[in-house]
């Protein structure tokens, strides 16, 4: 299969908060075709764990991780919009992070790679709209961590988006999903094969991921969605078969987690993943301006959408409703959708039925 | 410190749901005297962690777990009640677990203990109260899975009690709740140091141990209230000296689960937790009439003070109310309180505020 990536090569040191590399690269994909007067520019932030291959295109024709969002006549279409997505500076899908070769010292980063902030990652997204020509973007789009990333952006580059698209997303995080998050990275840096960073290519720390992808996975839906699915249905017998002792599975909703979570293991660096979780921790909308109030009335937009979902508890509905107040009393035209989804924070990868009407609407 | 438990020696076989033991020994701590008709007997049973102190005697002057609920003018008043509370079959405070001594073979029982169901306490309490004299209790009394306990006692001895009260229980297990018990579970036994459950004494599984201990820590608290204890408050400097490389404590919320992770390691034997928390997640009231609803009809109780707390998502307010009307719909006079306490599930052992009084008017 053909890859879609393009790259920015940012020559020199590129300054992060808490430090600085050398040569980055950026990697990221785009749909549609710009405009002459470059007004209809849409730039994706992801999730902590997506790549930049957010839609198939005629060059890469696998399905991307928002396939139905993002396309011909799709909510965000791709015959009126030039869309951008991009890897965040510190994952592994093409962007420079901890997994990637410090060209300073021929070997990885690993934990040398600085402290990563979601400021570094709007900068890079930045960067990448001034080597397209773009100066202000019809909207800045994101879920997850990617709301956060974007709205770090219009707080960096005030007006330099018109629109902000915020889904499941926060001005910051809160302790719980922060006690949350900081579980899943001692999970990961807890297992003895993650040897401080060190360990090697097809060597991963396992059992570390696996714990903290299942520990994630728990976060990132629902109680009741899961009721609804699994309730106490046993998981089938060959599963089940009794090898791990009296304490394997039993339960669906345990064989669904296992599934899943060894499915991760390879799918993600390690060092990568600790650095992606983290700069989620520390993002604070209130470091620019003093209060999140503050920071909100400074990003320069014109309209906002915010969406929030009722079953999720990593970003629940009280901070989507901080986010829309905020930013309305900051005179953006905020539209505020609370949805009824029930599958918790990944909602916006799954229930199309309520988002694709919602973000057509908005586009 | 004298110690106030007394002993109840089981001779023969003791037949669990799923295998047999030898010989048992149940530990039980009894406060206020029984009346000339027996029939002023509470019987208590307990969460998964706490001993039989429930509170403090003149024999064991040492605060017990319940100490602001039982006691002379409490609410659970005895200078009225004769009051019991045994430690769980399966525990490690003096009743037979599998950190006790198998007599059959002069070792530990470990993972040779039959898988443990919470029926099988039930039956222990319902030994203790006949060796005490009691044909009938004023009440059984039991919260979070104490709950779960002493609902399975009226499911298996009808009318054997003629009130109920359950705190922050449910009449089984969700499958939100079966993952993170089980996750918590997984991180004790991938823990290399668990050694498929034959870890020396003086050298358990602490790293698994103390992961288990922090997800169940989340688990049972709520994000309101850590929001507000704790917000966005940094750790103080000698915890986050940077030891821990770039991934270490940072925030207050990281520090708190740290402290109270670290005292549970040595203060819980794992095999014990295991068996209790696996218990828990295979509780069925439906075992017990093919349907909850059946089974609740069943009980013999002539009232009930069912407790929930809004912000409880482990036993959430809807299976409170499952357990609430079912209970009604069996002819008991139930008494439902869903309490606004900012503590979650473990709100029962704190916000005693708001518990006091509703457990005051119902004994």
Same mark, same amino acid.
């Given at each position: 299969?053909?890859?879609? !990536?393009?790259?920015?090569?940012?020559?020199?040191?590129?300054?992060?908060?808490?430090?600085?590399?050398? =040569?980055?690269?950026?990697? /990221?994909?785009?749909?549609?075709?710009?405009?002459?007067?470059?007004?209809?520019?849409?730039?994706?932030?992801?999730?902590?764990? &997506?790549?930049?291959?957010?839609?198939?295109?005629?060059?890469?024709?696998?399905?991307?991780?928002?396939?139905?969002?993002?396309?011909?006549?799709?909510?965000?279409?791709?015959?009126?919009?030039?869309?951008?997505? #991009?890897?965040?500076?510190?994952?592994?899908?093409?962007?420079?992070?901890?997994?990637?070769?410090?060209?300073?010292?021929?070997?990885? /980063?690993?934990?040398?790679?600085?402290?990563?902030?979601?400021?570094?990652?709007?900068?890079?997204?930045?960067?990448?709209?001034?080597?397209?020509?773009?100066? +202000?973007?019809?909207? +800045?789009?994101?879920?997850?961590?990617?709301?956060?990333?974007?709205?770090?952006?219009? *707080?960096?580059?005030?007006?330099?988006?018109? !629109?902000?698209?915020?889904?499941?997303?926060?001005?910051?995080?809160?302790?719980?999903?922060?006690?949350? !998050?900081?579980?899943?990275?001692?999970?990961?840096?807890? =297992?003895?094969?993650?040897? $401080?960073?060190?360990?090697?290519?097809?060597?991963?720390?396992?059992? %570390?991921?696996?714990?903290?992808?299942?520990?994630?996975?728990?976060? /990132? !839906?629902?109680?009741?969605?899961?009721?609804?699915?699994?309730?106490?249905?046993?998981?089938?017998?060959?599963?089940?078969?009794?090898?791990? %002792?009296?304490?394997?599975? =039993?339960?669906?909703?345990?064989?669904?987690?296992?599934?899943?979570?060894?499915?991760?293991?390879?799918?993600?660096?390690?060092?990568?993943?600790?650095?992606?979780?983290?700069?989620?921790?520390?993002?604070?909308?209130?470091?620019?301006?003093?209060? #999140?109030?503050?920071?909100?009335?400074?990003?320069? *937009?014109?309209?906002?959408? +915010?969406?929030?979902?009722?079953?999720?508890?990593?970003?629940? &509905?009280?901070?989507?409703?901080?986010?829309?107040? %905020?930013?309305?009393?900051?005179?953006?035209? +905020?539209?505020?959708?609370?949805? $009824?989804?029930?599958?918790?924070?990944?909602?916006? *990868?799954?229930?199309?039925?309520?988002?694709?009407?919602?973000?057509?609407? /908005?586009?």
């Amino acid at each position: 299969m053909a890859d879609a !990536r393009h790259y920015l090569k940012i020559e020199g040191q590129f300054e992060m908060v808490r430090g600085n590399i050398t =040569d980055p690269s950026i990697a /990221y994909e785009t749909w549609g075709t710009l405009s002459e007067v470059a007004d209809n520019a849409v730039l994706i932030f992801t999730g902590l764990s &997506p790549s930049a291959h957010a839609a198939s295109s005629t060059t890469d024709p696998s399905t991307g991780w928002w396939e139905d969002m993002v396309g011909p006549s799709k909510p965000i279409d791709t015959n009126r919009y030039f869309v951008i997505c #991009i890897n965040s500076l510190g994952s592994c899908f093409g962007s420079t992070g901890p997994a990637s070769i410090n060209s300073e010292t021929g070997d990885k /980063y690993r934990l040398d790679f600085p402290v990563l902030c979601l400021e570094d990652i709007a900068r890079t997204g930045q960067r990448v709209i001034e080597k397209l020509g773009i100066d +202000v973007l019809h909207s +800045v789009v994101g879920s997850s961590m990617g709301g956060m990333t974007a709205l770090a952006f219009t *707080l960096l580059f005030p007006g330099k988006a018109r !629109r902000l698209l915020s889904a499941s997303s926060a001005a910051r995080s809160e302790p719980f999903s922060i006690a949350l !998050r900081s579980l899943q990275r001692e999970l990961i840096r807890k =297992d003895a094969g993650w040897k $401080d960073g060190l360990y090697e290519d097809g060597a991963p720390p396992a059992t %570390g991921m696996l714990m903290a992808r299942k520990l994630g996975m728990i976060t /990132y !839906r629902s109680a009741k969605e899961w009721e609804q699915r699994f309730g106490r249905e046993r998981a089938t017998d060959d599963i089940s078969s009794g090898k791990s %002792g009296p304490f394997g599975i =039993d339960f669906e909703i345990e064989s669904y987690l296992e599934a899943h979570g060894k499915s991760f293991i390879n799918a993600f660096d390690a060092n990568c993943y600790l650095y992606l979780s983290r700069a989620m921790d520390l993002f604070d909308a209130s470091d620019h301006g003093g209060s #999140i109030a503050t920071a909100l009335s400074r990003t320069g *937009l014109e309209s906002a959408l +915010v969406i929030g979902v009722k079953t999720d508890f990593l970003f629940p &509905p009280h901070q989507q409703e901080e986010l829309a107040a %905020g930013l309305k009393a900051g005179n953006v035209d +905020v539209e505020f959708q609370l949805l $009824d989804s029930l599958q918790g924070h990944d909602s916006f *990868l799954i229930d199309m039925d309520r988002f694709r009407p919602v973000i057509s609407a /908005y586009f």
